[in-house]
């Protein structure tokens, strides 16, 4: 598929190794030519430098034989005006558009039809939802939704005093007491597909998969379930913040943000009225303890730099704050980040390059297609959900009947409402969901190519 990026910057460069191991036919778009040069080193693609707004540049990119526009720039009006610019010269064009402000929200909504837009993205608030999810569930690292949430893939460390720890693979659902599945592990930074001669061991972060009705149980019976999450403090002022307070004020919990900049403070307390606004820096110890940061029930750290989260996430663990989670604006080393005590990770990038490339699959195959995807193991397994059409072979078939391709695990079925851990005597319907873990760079672009036959 021919594909245009505008904008090389944080996500832009993600789509960019993501689309391009995927084998479409990319061009770039940006008005810096280091950035450009620097992307065109280590992928096979095409670049324009200039204006992506600009008729002149859009043509000279190749828009008129293009099937899909991506605008990842940093300003929404300018991502908008290349949407409507390119859609107005090739309207069999489909456009994606990253929009961040939190007053285009509406508008981009009511009048995407005007502004030609196929999706937008917001990877703030997407962050903001996945941080909500997780302090629904306190305990996971991460939790990812499949078949309208009636299934999760859920991230859980194995400390040293985990009931897991040394558990043999075969009696793993005896010891949790309910029926799960571990769909993939990281040990020493790296990702392992799980069979039946797998020990569980201290370090460990184990993917697994479980009815959302089971993850209640799951917690209890690892003892990993602190209580309800009533105070949070969120440490960083921007926009992931001021979506994710206003999810947590709506659930009657108290928020404390801690922020720097006496500006963006006032427009907080502004727009924010039932948070309490603390205008100072959290760098410190002495800040972090005067506002009683031991007795938070979860710390947020989502300031602009990744080493300040991770060290102010640090300090929350060691203070023995139940729940903490941190934002990572660049997750390109989590195999060491991982090891790290900074609790759950979320990535706004990596949100946002999921649901991209979710679309692009989608539009390349129209049949069979990815309802979902989420990037697991730190980047080294996609969690794939697929709906069982017509077209899709071994319907009906015991899955012992079944090779299914190396590297490819079958997670879940859903029939129904029914969730089901698949066994040797499972088979899926027509109708049914699915959900599949790849693992080593197995690309999986339609449900058929799980298969080996």
Do not use: W
């Not at 009048?111 to 196929?118: E, I, N, T």
């Not at 020493?188 to 089971?214: Q, Y």
């Not at 005067?290 to 300031?303: G, H, L, P, S």
């Not at 999986?444 to 080996?452: K, S």
């Amino acid at each position: 598929m021919k594909i245009i990026i505008a904008g090389v910057g944080k996500v832009g460069a993600m789509l960019v190794m993501q689309l391009s191991a995927e084998g479409h036919d990319l061009t770039l778009i940006d008005k810096d030519p280091n950035a450009l040069e620097s992307t065109m080193e280590r992928y096979d693609v095409m670049s324009v430098t200039g204006n992506c707004a600009s008729m002149e540049v859009l043509r000279t990119a190749g828009v008129m034989d293009a099937e899909l526009l991506i605008t990842m720039t940093g300003a929404d009006e300018l991502n908008l005006l290349c949407c409507m610019t390119a859609h107005g010269m090739n309207p069999k064009l489909y456009t994606i558009a990253r929009i961040r402000t939190p007053d285009y929200l509406e508008s981009t909504y009511a009048l995407r039809k005007m502004f030609a837009l196929s999706l937008t993205v917001n990877p703030e608030r997407q962050t903001a939802r996945e941080i909500d999810r997780l302090l629904r569930y306190p305990g996971f690292l991460k939790r990812e939704p499949f078949a309208n949430g009636l299934v999760e893939i859920v991230e859980i460390r194995v400390d040293k005093n985990s009931p897991l720890k040394d558990v043999p693979l075969s009696q793993f659902s005896s010891v949790v007491q309910t029926q799960v599945l571990i769909c993939a592990a990281v040990r020493d930074g790296k990702a392992i597909t799980p069979t039946g001669d797998f020990v569980v061991r201290e370090g460990d972060r184990l993917f697994v998969t479980a009815s959302a009705t089971n993850l209640s149980a799951l917690l209890l019976s690892i003892g990993l379930a602190p209580p309800k999450i009533k105070n949070v403090i969120i440490i960083g002022g921007g926009r992931n913040c001021y979506y994710l307070t206003q999810m947590l004020l709506k659930e009657g919990i108290r928020v404390k943000i801690i922020e720097r900049d006496r500006a963006r403070c006032e427009h907080l307390a502004e727009v924010l009225p039932g948070a309490t606004i603390i205008q100072d820096d959290a760098s410190t110890s002495a800040v972090l303890d005067r506002e009683k940061i031991r007795q938070a029930d979860a710390v947020i750290t989502m300031t602009g730099l990744d080493e300040l989260n991770i060290m102010l996430s640090m300090y929350a663990n060691q203070q023995k704050v139940p729940q903490v989670i941190t934002k990572l604006g660049r997750a390109e080393n989590m195999e060491l980040i991982g090891v790290l005590p900074v609790g759950g990770i979320v990535s706004p990038k990596e949100l946002c390059c999921n649901t991209i490339t979710r679309y692009v699959r989608a539009m390349k195959n129209q049949v069979g297609a990815a309802v979902t995807v989420h990037t697991i193991a730190d980047g080294q397994a996609e969690a794939i959900e697929f709906i069982i059409d017509a077209n899709t072979k071994h319907i009906g078939e015991p899955l012992k009947q079944i090779s299914l391709k190396k590297n490819i695990l079958l997670a879940s079925i859903t029939h129904g409402r029914n969730i089901i851990i698949p066994h040797g005597d499972s088979m899926f319907q027509l109708g049914d969901r699915i959900v599949v873990v790849s693992s080593n760079g197995q690309l999986i672009h339609q449900v058929n190519d799980i298969f080996m036959a």
